[in-house]
């Protein structure tokens, strides 16, 4: 069966320092993979996805992320946090023959000034 | 930008009773979808629904819950007899194609307490 870990449930980081929020799911197939983030009160907003080509994607919001197939992996990175990028961000993984996605617990981030 | 919008933000009920919880997907958008969160747990997936049938479900999608399309803009899920455990954060999502070639847009949720 599918499922997406996100290790980490927390993660603090000052404004300006680089972040990476981990990601592995358990897929037999190539993955359709995403990253949401909900702020409080808000929807899931998509910052990117991977379905296929390039391994490495770029997002909005200054965000990308690289998939690596051998890790089972697909983690979010930002070169440098700003305070607005406090949220929840959330992984997810789907495929080609099934409507649902699959999400991960979620990382809060947490930017100290 | 178009938007996924639901109604209310928040909905409290007494246990047993029915609630209807009310989406606008995006207005292009063919595929429709009803998540769950339970407080501290991770976003399910409940049901799909395109071309005015459920295409894919979940086992929390018992015989309680039901999804509808009234009209060429709202979607909907009705909880029959809601219980204790329905208490979650209900979120609507809709995409263009299905998930292999397209993005689900998520609206902001709808806050359910059951009492």
């Known amino acids: 069966a599918q499922s997406v870990t996100q290790p980490d449930i927390h993660i603090t980081v000052s404004e300006g320092a680089s972040l990476e929020l981990r990601c592995n799911y358990s897929y037999g197939a190539t993955p359709y993979l995403f990253w949401y983030v909900q702020s409080p009160g808000q929807g899931l907003q998509l910052l990117l996805k991977?379905?296929?080509?390039?391994?490495l994607v770029q997002g909005i919001k200054g965000f990308e992320a690289e998939f690596k197939r051998s890790q089972s992996s697909f983690n979010l990175r930002k070169p440098s946090v700003h305070w607005s990028d406090a949220a929840e961000y959330f992984c997810a993984v789907g495929k080609e023959s099934s409507y649902k996605l699959i999400f991960g617990s979620g990382t809060r981030l947490l930017v100290r000034p | 930008e178009p938007e996924v919008t639901q109604t209310p933000s928040h909905q409290v009920t007494q246990m047993g009773q029915e609630v209807i919880l009310r989406c606008v997907p995006i207005s292009n958008h063919l595929y429709f979808y009803w998540y769950r969160q339970i407080l501290g747990q991770k976003v399910e997936f409940l049901v799909s629904f395109y071309n005015n049938e459920i295409s894919e479900k979940s086992e929390i999608f018992d015989d309680q819950f039901s999804v509808e399309r009234p009209d060429g803009s709202n979607f909907t899920l009705k909880i029959r007899s809601t219980k204790l455990e329905d208490s979650a954060m209900y979120f609507c999502?809709?995409?263009?194609?299905?998930?292999?070639?397209?993005?689900?847009?998520f609206g902001p949720g709808t806050r359910l307490t059951v009492l």
């Open positions: 999502a809709s995409s263009t194609r299905q998930i292999s070639t397209d993005t689900q847009y």
């Open positions: 991977y379905f296929s080509g390039d391994t």
